[in-house]
């Protein structure tokens, strides 16, 4: 039913989008009333309101947000038909959308978009900064073409598409103690040492900090959390002044501030999966397999090894400081 009415469909995402018929009709170059005109025959259409009229700012109702999400996906996912049927053709150079979480942005992914950037010169690159929890979604509604995130059991990561996930590396977390803390000087046995520290937390729903608190909860006890931010520069930065102690994913600590000790721990230290996704039914571009091989040379200096010991330690460059 939607697919007949795509046109009007981009008209009410614009109201969305704007906030009122007027501002819609000058995004589009159409008049007020031809905007108004498309949310009708839609309303027709679907036989629901999808407008709340006399709303300043113009509100959807609950079946016009239903129908500008599923229309937002359609339309993107036929913009994506007609660059992967040009680029079949010869008519239109590739194009790759890569979304990734921030840490991911601040360790390995440059050596990766400048080893893509000399393969595939000529392909329009586009890179996308979001949080995991928004990553998903826009690969879902036909944003990207390539995601790179996170996974743990703990975390809700479904997604309404298929996903071909590739496999990158096992991200280990890491404390972040203050220099002058009494477990400073070497790997911490396991987190139950640290069940009596205060500690440095995220914020309510951060989903790394969901992490840290299974991980405490599998040795025993909830982590007293006496300050939270979901900036790791703030984290650490708490635990420089010395306001208490932090879990955090290994990347996140590459690079620690003075005034803090990066330490691993020998026996129950929570982890984080990082792959790289793609949907199933979207066309295995040449410029999508370049960049999968141009992650997995650029992950390697950080990926993880088994001791004899039993845990994981840092290898290559790109280790945490301890």
Not at 57 to 85: D, I, K, N, Y
Not at 121 to 144: F, M, N, Y
Request: hydrophobic letters at 45%; proline letters at 7%; one cysteine or more.
């Amino acid at each position: 039913m939607l697919m007949e009415n795509l046109r009007s469909v981009r008209v009410l995402a614009e109201v969305e989008a704007e906030g009122s018929f007027s501002a819609a009709a000058r995004s589009l170059g159409l008049s007020q009333s031809a905007v108004s005109q498309h949310v009708a025959a839609l309303e027709a259409r679907v036989g629901a309101t999808l407008v709340e009229r006399g709303t300043r700012p113009v509100v959807l109702t609950e079946p016009g947000h239903a129908v500008v999400r599923h229309g937002r996906a359609a339309l993107a996912r036929l913009e994506s038909a007609e660059q992967e049927l040009a680029e079949i053709a010869g008519r239109r150079e590739g194009r790759l959308r890569l979304g990734s979480f921030p840490t991911a942005l601040t360790t390995f992914v440059p050596a990766a978009l400048a080893r893509f950037r000399r393969e595939r010169p000529a392909t329009s690159l586009t890179v996308v900064d979001d949080h995991l929890q928004r990553l998903l979604p826009r690969l879902d509604d036909g944003e990207l073409d390539l995601a790179i995130v996170y996974e743990h059991p703990v975390l809700d990561t479904r997604t309404t598409r298929d996903l071909e996930r590739v496999a990158l590396l096992v991200d280990e977390f890491v404390l972040v103690l203050p220099s002058g803390h009494a477990l400073a000087g070497g790997p911490v046995p396991d987190l139950a040492a640290l069940a009596r520290d205060t500690w440095v937390g995220g914020t309510p729903g951060s989903a790394w900090f969901q992490i840290v608190r299974e991980g405490c909860r599998a040795v025993g006890f909830a982590p007293r959390v006496g300050f939270a931010s979901d900036d790791y520069s703030a984290v650490v930065a708490f635990v420089a002044a010395g306001l208490g102690v932090a879990l955090v994913p290994g990347l996140a600590a590459v690079h620690p501030a003075p005034g803090v000790t990066v330490v691993r721990v020998r026996a129950g230290a929570p982890a984080r999966r990082i792959v790289a996704v793609r949907p199933r039914d979207a066309m295995p571009t040449a410029s999508a397999q370049v960049m999968l091989e141009a992650l997995a040379a650029s992950t390697r200096p950080f990926r993880l090894r088994d001791t004899p010991a039993g845990g994981v330690t840092p290898r290559g460059a790109g280790a945490p400081a301890r």
